[in-house]
């Protein structure tokens, strides 16, 4: 090499040493987190970390399939069905674009599927059959106090006649009889007629009336059209004997916040077919209900907005699958919207004090048993942390048998800033049940997602701390709660925030899926607008990173009767531990009152493996469930469909 070479080749090296240090001293952090960043993950992928700690990753649908999903559940075919309805966008409401997607997580294929209302913020529940039943929905967004033009409000009419019903049509006009001003209803009401008053000697006392609600709006816009008192209001268009006996009664019709109103549409999915099926209608209409099957295999529907977007009055009902007609239960009780509402192994109901918020803050908060059929409601003490129980969740410890219930998190009423690191467990087989604290969480969190797996822990992720992950108050973790130890175990941290409109479902292969959240902002600053999270996430527990062999399970009876048995190969029988049978979940606004756990009595000869299903009729639910074998080292098989009629 001549001397001019050797010149430009050193003074390229001087060029590049001096490019490189001068973005060392601009870009010194970005190179730091680069190599952090790269270190991290080596760390997290290699074999002894995920045995440890498990490990997450992002599933992106293509863009055409991309969706707000708000609710998810796991259908007996394996494949997850996901709903957004218009996904808590006003612009696909007004267009009236509705969306359902089919995922098979297995193949990785996804389909879209008509959507025949729009079901977000519905309910929903597995059936008997092995379909969903999906109730309640959106009518109407909420409009916020300064973008109400027309003053508006609920109207109730009383119908005064005991011997006939009225209806009243859509467009109704209603006049205030001391304020002179006209309001018009949105929807035609029927009135009930009245009921006849007698005393104990059958001496008639008087008439009461019957009652009808309705939404109605002044006829012009403005605040001179608002209403500051009560006032009776004479109705345009009737004469006669159903004048002088129909009249609304109103308070105040303003322009305050309107909020959002619910629909009465009801449908069952068909897993098989892949569509929804239309049943009747609910007498009520429902935004926010929770739906929970009953000991008989019927659903109860309870709480939600109506269709005036106020609290459901305590009017219950029940959906036959046989009939697939609704009926009110005898009794009216209320309670918040998303009620947790959990079947008990005696055929009541448990209240665990978890909700999705909508509601006065005195009435339906405290956590109780409750027996439908006579309206008893017996409050269990002990909770702690009781006033931030809005975005709570709830999940029945497995295995269900011991009936025991950890509430997780939770928030302030509203958009409260205040949030709970506490998780309550109470023991309902106590003769004197009460709340104890179980182990705290890091941080105050709304909105924590929980799911139960076949080796009996429970696995915590998620939430915020603020209200919608408020400044950028997202929580990037995940805990492995130990049954036995009572002791959570900091497993991996997940990759994507998870607030607002979001869940988790356990999958048969033993993984489970994360889906959702509705930041409000996107900034700590609170100055950028959200934006809807549409990436999937699955999180691989460690016990699918263990050494040794997976379980197998195969064969076998699809259906099992309760107090029956059903025998499956399994080449590692003999190193089985536990048997689970797990209902699948159906999961929104961490609600899920779908999923739990059942221990399963077993027997393993050679590469056969007998197993018992319970007789009691309470706890294993009429249905479908996937049944999982784990061994000594916790690793479970893949799951076996089971039919339990």
């Known amino acids: 090499m001549n001397d001019r070479a050797g010149r430009r080749r050193a003074r ?6 001096a490019v490189v240090l001068a973005l060392a001293g601009m870009n010194g952090p970005w190179l730091y987190r680069f190599g952090t960043e790269k270190y991290h993950q080596y760390k997290i992928n290699k074999p002894e970390y995920k045995a440890a700690n498990g490990k997450w990753e992002i599933v992106e649908f293509p863009e055409e399939y991309r969706q707000n999903t708000i609710h998810a559940a796991l259908l007996r075919t394996g494949k997850v069905l996901l709903v957004a309805g218009s996904g808590n966008n006003q612009d696909n409401f007004d267009a009236k674009k509705y969306d359902t997607r089919v995922w098979d997580p297995v193949k990785g294929t996804i389909k879209k599927v008509p959507t025949p209302s729009d079901l977000f913020c519905t309910g929903h529940t597995q059936l008997a059959n092995g379909n969903l039943l999906i109730a309640g929905g959106t009518k109407r967004y909420e ?9 508006g409000g609920l109207m109730i009419v009383h119908n005064e006649n005991p011997d006939k019903p009225i209806t009243l049509p859509a467009g109704t006009r209603f006049t205030g009889k001391q304020n002179g001003k006209t309001f018009i209803s949105k929807d035609p009401v029927l009135v009930p007629r009245a009921k006849k008053r007698f005393d104990k000697t059958g001496r008639f006392l008087g008439n009461d009336p019957g009652l009808g609600r309705i939404y109605v709006e002044a006829a012009k816009e403005g605040a001179r059209y608002e ?6 209001y004479r109705i345009s268009g009737l004469t006669g004997a159903d004048a002088r006996n129909t009249y609304g009664i109103a308070q105040k019709l303003a322009l305050d916040k309107k909020d959002f109103q619910g629909i009465r549409d009801a449908y069952e999915f068909d897993p098989v077919a892949e569509r929804y099926i239309k049943v009747d209608p609910m007498n009520e209409a429902r935004w926010y209900p929770t739906l929970t099957m009953l000991s008989d295999g019927r ?3 309870v709480s939600g907005l109506d269709d005036i977007g106020q609290l459901v009055p305590g009017k219950n009902e029940i959906f036959d699958p046989k009939t697939r007609k609704w009926t009110y239960t005898r009794k009216v009780r209320q309670f918040p919207t998303y009620p947790a509402l959990f079947l008990m192994q005696n055929g009541k109901i448990f209240y665990s004090g978890s909700n999705a918020g909508y509601g006065p803050a005195d009435i339906g908060r405290e956590p109780g048993v409750w027996d439908v059929d006579t309206n008893r409601f017996t409050k269990i003490p002990g909770l702690s942390d009781p006033k931030l129980m809005e975005t709570s969740n709830t999940v029945l410890l497995p295995p269900a048998q011991d009936e025991r219930y950890m509430v997780i998190g939770g928030g302030g009423v509203g958009e409260s800033k205040l949030s709970s690191r506490k998780t309550r467990i109470v023991d309902l087989k106590d003769d004197s049940p009460r709340f104890v604290d179980g182990p705290s969480l890091e941080k105050g969190t709304r909105y924590p997602q929980a799911s139960i797996l076949p080796d009996d822990s429970v ?8 209200y919608r992950g408020r400044g950028d108050s997202d929580i990037l973790q995940a805990r492995l709660y130990d049954t036995r130890k009572n002791t959570f175990q900091r497993v991996a941290d997940p990759l994507v925030g998870r607030n607002y409109h979001s869940g988790s479902i356990l999958l048969p292969d033993g993984r489970v899926m994360f889906f959702g959240s509705d930041s409000l902002f996107a900034d ?6 959200g934006e809807f999270e549409q990436r999937i996430e699955i999180y691989t527990p460690p016990y699918l990173y263990q050494d ?3 379980p197998g399970l195969s064969g076998g009876p699809q259906t099992i009767e309760r107090g029956g048995t059903g025998t499956f190969s399994s080449p590692q029988a003999s190193s089985v531990r536990k048997v689970r049978l797990i209902r699948p979940s159906a999961s929104t606004h961490v609600t899920d009152v779908d999923q ?19 007789q009691n009729r309470n706890l294993v639910q009429p249905g479908w469930y996937m049944l999982f074998v784990t061994n000594a080292q916790g690793v479970p098989s893949k799951a076996q469909w089971v039919k339990v009629p």
């Open 227 to 232: 209403t500051g008192t009560q006032d009776n």
């Open 524 to 529: 700590a600053a609170n100055t950028k607008p």
């Open 143 to 151: 409009k916020l106090k300064g973008d109400v033009k027309k003053a």
């Open 299 to 301: 659903i109860l529907s």
């Open 548 to 550: 040794g062999a997976r």
């Open 459 to 466: 696995l915590v992720s998620g939430g915020s701390e603020d």
């Open 596 to 614: 739990r756990s059942i221990a399963l009595d077993f027997k393993a000869e050679g590469t056969e493996l007998t197993v018992t299903v319970p």
């Open 12 to 17: 390229r090296l001087a060029i590049g040493t």
